[in-house]
């Protein structure tokens, strides 16, 4: 057990060492913090209008409702900004940039032969197992970096002002929305719950795309395979609308804290990332029991 503890410990090493995890990392800090330059001018132009428009009274209080929180930090960070640029790119491309820092190290370290050696000392299964968690690992924290330099650089310019359901229609978030409750009660609690569910996306395709290249040979094919399988998936599921139930399928939508969709529902979502999880986890552990070495 030691020995395996040293080998993730190893792993996770790499991880945050790995010079494609950092040019990661650098190039969505920058998006992030343009997208929350362009959500504080959007702010900062209604906050002119409001003060060329609504007269205020002697103790300097408008005279009329001002419709300030229409633009809140908790609708103006990456997660909660819809039909935006960069936030639509952030989401519609995390299968591909979550799993660039590490999924592809496996094949790197068969090519080289460096597997068979760690295998000889850890053991198949402690190998394949770690890997794993390191490929989760690796994208839980290339999702969580941006989202978390998104949140506090809007924090620092936007006010925290808590969402008003009467302006539901500027916040887009329904009650039919997985955390849409939630997020007229406690926003931060909602925020904080919608980080959590992307990086859990993030962590398990990281995952996906590991398990792909346990079986392919190919590094472009580990990484784009999947990703085009889920399009198409999605794609088909969303035309079909589930049967006319109109229940929200793509996971791209439930990620997103704000986005015109369908019928949210909580099992649904839930039954979508046990799968991303466990089947990843059951190829690398079935890899990890098979006799051969190759």
Known sequence: MALFWRFLKGEIYKIFHSRFFLIVAAVWIVLVI?????????????????????PTGQDGTFQDYPFLQIYSLYNSWIG????????????????????????WSYLSEKRSGYRLTVIAKLGRLPYYLGKYISAFLSGVCTALIPLLVSFTFVACLIPAYRPDVNFALYYQVQSTDLLGNL????????SLADMGMICLFAGCWAGVSYAVSLYVNNQFAALFAPYLVLLYLTATAEKAQVYRSYVEVSLFDYLQLS????????WVFLGEMAFLLIAPLLAACLRGVQNDVL
């Not at 997020?183 to 909602?190: S, T």
């Not at 986005?259 to 909580?266: C, T, V």
Request: include cysteine; aromatic fraction near 14%; proline fraction near 10%.
């Open 34 to 54: 343009l997208d929350g330059c362009l959500a504080y001018r959007t702010y900062a132009g209604n906050l002119r209008l409001t003060l060329d428009t609504i």
């Open 80 to 103: 909660a900004r819809v039909n935006q640029p960069i936030p639509l790119i952030f989401f519609y491309t995390m299968p591909v940039y979550t799993v660039i820092p590490y999924s």
């Open 183 to 190: 997020y007229y009660i406690h926003p931060l609690a909602a």
């Open 259 to 266: 986005s015109p969709s369908g019928i949210q529902n909580a």
